[in-house]
């Protein structure tokens, strides 16, 4: 059955960006970088708000043409172009290439777009997650905790009304000290 899994990057104290939306703190080295590619390359798609959308769209079409660029980044440039992406906006009309744009979380849409679109969807981007949630439409979490201490941020649980059981499936520690906990609902 596919899943819609919310891949996220957070501080160890559970923000998943610091003050004015910085996330120059994650710890993406090659080695997280490509296990990030591993997994968005098996993603039949990508389901994000428009702020991600914006930011992803701003610099990944062109990040492979950066002599700077390594090899990951590379690699994940020809993933993003060629991935089919939902993005959720009631401002946007259009937004480019393989996007389609979708106006409100409807349940009954995403099931449906869920079936039509063949394998698991990758989830990012705050106030998009934070509609999944509530809606009890998110069926994995990939979350990737960053050992770095932020005090003040955005916390990616900010919803007093979500509570969630889950089951733990999966960790893996990197070189660089982020830890994967990988879970599912336990319903």
């Known amino acids: 059955m596919n899943k819609i899994i919310l891949m996220m ?10 003050l ?5 703190w994650h ?10 590619n591993e997994q968005c390359r098996a993603m039949a798609g990508f389901f ?12 990944w079409p062109t990040a492979d043409q950066n002599p700077d ?3 990951p980044e590379i690699e994940f440039a020809q993933i993003w172009r060629d991935a089919r992406k939902y993005v959720f906006s009631q401002t946007l009309s259009e937004a480019g290439r393989n996007t389609t744009v979708i106006s409100d979380v409807v349940p009954e849409q995403i099931a449906e777009l869920k079936a039509q679109i063949g394998g698991d969807i990758a989830l990012g981007g705050a106030n998009l997650a934070a509609s999944f949630l509530r809606l009890g439409l998110v069926d994995e979490y990939r979350i990737c905790v960053h050992p770095v201490v932020l005090g003040k941020g955005r916390p990616l649980f900010e919803d007093p009304k979500v509570q969630l059981n889950l089951k733990l499936e999966e960790t893996r520690r990197f070189s660089n000290g982020v830890v994967l906990l990988r879970y599912t609902n336990d319903r």
């Open 9 to 18: 990057s957070v501080s160890l104290d559970g923000y998943f960006e610091g």
């Open 20 to 24: 004015d939306r910085d996330i120059s």
């Open 27 to 36: 710890r993406v080295d090659e080695e997280l970088h490509s296990y990030f």
């Open 48 to 59: 994000d708000g428009r702020v991600t959308h914006e930011l992803m769209a701003e610099y």
């Open 69 to 71: 660029a390594s090899e």
